[in-house]
């Protein structure tokens, strides 16, 4: 029987504990504050800066949220960065994805400043976790990490499949899963006979935003599935990358879609702003 890996209660456990280290901050007179970026009106990114902001307010973060018309200049885009990288009280600034096609989003996560780049994706703290060294690590694959502490869940010298190389998921979460001496395999597009990889794998992390695609024969009996993926079904219900009814037959342990990966990926963001704020105050 397998047991499910519930993201909504971990992350309702991040949640708690950052709300009483922000108390405690408080007293200090720190106040820990995320700025959110959006760039015109794309109508998915308005629900996901909604969640962040709800987030902010229920642990006590300070939010605030500038908005760019999609007619917006690259040069305007990064000025905004340079005004939130110079302001003291603002310590994580996310630039929320997509921005229209005509900015060039590397150059402006380039820009975010290091120290407050709460995402993870400026290009000093991905170096930073592939030399394992102190920095803001993308909040998708922490989340993921977290879960599988959270149940205790062995990573050490386990054979993990990562499906999906993108910057913000497949790559950190190899990274993250290598920093914790699993052997991991990353499968892409490219890869050929995917199942004969997965089949080895004691832990699968699902991230290629293809509904359903682990299917139970491509999973041995009693690994641990990490579904990542968001897909909309034919009947507007949210599915996983994991055919999950099937699959949870063979899984020693499986996050659902929703309320597995979801939850947590808020929660860690939620978690480097405090950090970033922290270490911003010694
Ligand atoms: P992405 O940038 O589109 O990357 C998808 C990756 O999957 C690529 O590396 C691609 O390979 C690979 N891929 C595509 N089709 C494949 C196939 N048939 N077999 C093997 N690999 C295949 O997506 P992403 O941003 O990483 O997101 C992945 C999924 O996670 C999406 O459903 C997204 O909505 C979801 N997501 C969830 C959260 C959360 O908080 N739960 C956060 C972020 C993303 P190539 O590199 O060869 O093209």
Same mark, same amino acid.
Do not use: W
């Given at each position: 029987?397998?047991?499910?890996?519930?993201?909504?209660?971990?992350?309702?456990?991040?949640? %708690?504990?950052? *709300?009483? =280290? +922000?108390?405690?901050?408080?007293?200090?007179?720190? #106040? !820990? /504050?995320?700025?959110? $970026?959006?760039?015109?009106?794309?109508?998915?990114?308005?629900?996901?800066?909604?969640?962040?902001?709800?987030?902010?307010?229920?642990?006590?973060?300070?939010?605030?949220?500038?908005?760019?018309?999609?007619?917006?200049?690259?040069?305007?885009?990064?000025?905004?960065?340079?005004? %939130?990288?110079? *302001?003291? =009280? +603002?310590?994580?600034?996310?630039?929320?994805?997509? #921005? !229209? /096609?005509?900015?060039? $989003?590397?150059?402006?996560?380039?820009?975010?400043?290091?120290?407050?780049?709460?995402?993870?994706?400026?290009?000093?703290?991905?170096?930073?976790?592939?030399?394992?060294?102190?920095?803001?690590?993308?909040?998708?694959?922490?989340?993921?990490?977290?879960?599988?502490?959270?149940?205790?869940?062995?990573?050490?010298?386990?054979?993990?499949?990562?499906?999906?190389?993108?910057?913000?998921?497949?790559?950190?979460?190899?990274?993250?899963?290598?920093?914790?001496?699993?052997?991991?395999?990353?499968?892409?597009?490219?890869?050929?006979?995917?199942?004969?990889?997965?089949?080895?794998?004691?832990?699968?992390?699902?991230?290629?935003?293809?509904?359903?695609?682990?299917?139970?024969?491509?999973?041995?009996?009693?690994?641990?599935?990490?579904?990542?993926?968001?897909?909309?079904?034919?009947?507007?219900?949210?599915?996983?990358?994991?055919?999950?009814?099937?699959?949870?037959?063979?899984?020693?342990?499986?996050?659902?879609?929703?309320?597995?990966?979801?939850?947590?990926?808020?929660?860690?963001?939620?978690?480097?702003?405090?950090?970033?704020?922290?270490?911003?105050?010694?």
């Amino acid at each position: 029987m397998f047991k499910l890996l519930d993201g909504k209660e971990v992350a309702s456990k991040v949640r %708690l504990g950052l *709300k009483e =280290e +922000v108390t405690k901050l408080k007293e200090e007179n720190i #106040i !820990p /504050k995320l700025a959110v $970026i959006m760039v015109g009106n794309d109508s998915a990114s308005q629900i996901y800066v909604r969640n962040k902001s709800k987030a902010c307010e229920e642990i006590g973060i300070e939010f605030e949220e500038f908005l760019l018309d999609e007619n917006t200049s690259q040069e305007e885009l990064l000025e905004l960065i340079d005004t %939130l990288n110079n *302001k003291k =009280e +603002v310590n994580g600034i996310l630039l929320q994805s997509p #921005i !229209p /096609k005509h900015l060039d $989003i590397n150059e402006a996560f380039r820009r975010i400043s290091p120290e407050k780049d709460v995402d993870g994706f400026n290009p000093v703290n991905v170096g930073k976790l592939t030399l394992g060294q102190n920095g803001f690590v993308s909040c998708t694959p922490s989340g993921v990490i977290k879960i599988l502490e959270e149940y205790n869940i062995d990573i050490e010298g386990k054979n993990a499949v990562v499906l999906g190389r993108s910057n913000i998921v497949g790559k950190p979460m190899s990274q993250c899963l290598l920093n914790k001496n699993a052997t991991v395999t990353i499968c892409h597009s490219k890869t050929r006979n995917i199942e004969n990889i997965t089949k080895n794998a004691d832990i699968i992390v699902a991230a290629i935003g293809k509904k359903e695609f682990v299917k139970e024969n491509m999973v041995k009996e009693g690994a641990v599935v990490i579904d990542v993926g968001i897909n909309r079904g034919e009947d507007g219900k949210l599915k996983g990358d994991v055919d999950f009814e099937n699959v949870s037959k063979k899984a020693s342990y499986i996050t659902p879609v929703p309320g597995g990966v979801g939850p947590m990926t808020v929660a860690m963001l939620m978690n480097n702003v405090v950090k970033a704020a922290k270490e911003q105050n010694n």
